[in-house]
T-cell receptor, first 112, second 112 residues
Framework: EAQVTQNPRYLITVTGKKLTVTCSQNMNHEYMSWYRQDPGLGLRQIYYSMNVEVTDKGDVPEGYKVSRKEKRNFPLILESPSPNQTSLYFC???????????FGDGTRLSIL | QQQVKQSPQSLIVQKGGISIINCAYENTAFDYFPWYQQFPGKGPALLIAIRPDVSEKKEGRFTISFNKSAKQFSLHIMDSQPGDSATYFCAASTGYGQNFVFGPGTRLSVLP
């Protein structure tokens, strides 16, 4: 089954404790992206990747890091999480830039 | 110029009625306009999409109307059903790179 898998689905942690949210896709897609979803703001892109070892900032990259060492994986790293990063996060992938995006089911992060 | 505006923020429709959600954009480089449907606890899923070489696209009860000169597009849901109750996002993208921008979303409630 074609899918984007994120883990964990839920996480409560404390300020400053490094965390990683994993994302994996099995569709051999070139593009992968991370979004955060906040009420009234829709989906805002954090980082995206157009291929292995090619990543770039989206609209709200501050406080986040990503890596793309393999085509299927695109982890999101919060080196020193802060409460303003409490949000619902989605990983997405698409075949090329102008194709439908496939989303994971989301990761709800709470930073205390 | 990257922004996509969406209205209304919320919409209540009786079963069997027509739901209409409107979006507007500024960037004339956008050439792909998808609509996503999101249920609670799930990631957004592609509903229907249009490219600017056509003015309308219909798939079942869902229709996109596209007005290139006005830089507007809309989603029409005919014969709305309670199962259509969800949040709907319009989006716009260019053929290359990170430009995949979402509107803030419309929460649709269809009353039985």
């Amino acid at each position: 089954e074609a899918q984007v898998t994120q883990n964990p689905r839920y996480l409560i942690t404390v300020t400053g404790k490094k965390l990683t949210v994993t994302c994996s896709q099995n569709m051999n897609h070139e593009y992968m992206s991370w979004y955060r979803q906040d009420p009234g703001l829709g989906l805002r892109q954090i980082y995206y990747s157009m291929n292995v070892e090619v990543t770039d900032k989206g609209d709200v990259p501050e406080g986040y890091k990503v890596s793309r060492k393999e085509k299927r994986n695109f982890p999101l790293i919060l080196e020193s999480p802060s409460p303003n990063q409490t949000s619902l996060y989605f990983c997405a992938s698409r075949l090329t830039g102008n194709q439908p995006q496939h989303f994971g089911d989301g990761t709800r992060l709470s930073i205390l | 110029q990257q922004q996509v505006k969406q209205s209304p923020q919320s919409l209540i429709v009786q079963k069997g009625g027509i739901s209409i959600i409107n979006c507007a954009y500024e960037n004339t480089a956008f050439d792909y306009f998808p609509w996503y449907q999101q249920f609670p606890g799930k990631g957004p899923a592609l509903l229907i999409a249009i490219r600017p070489d056509v003015s309308e696209k219909k798939e079942g009860r869902f229709t996109i109307s596209f007005n290139k000169s006005a830089k507007q597009f809309s989603l029409h849901i005919m014969d709305s059903q309670p199962g259509d109750s969800a949040t709907y996002f319009c989006a716009a993208s260019t053929g290359y790179g990170q430009n995949f921008v979402f509107g803030p979303g419309t929460r649709l409630s269809v009353l039985p």
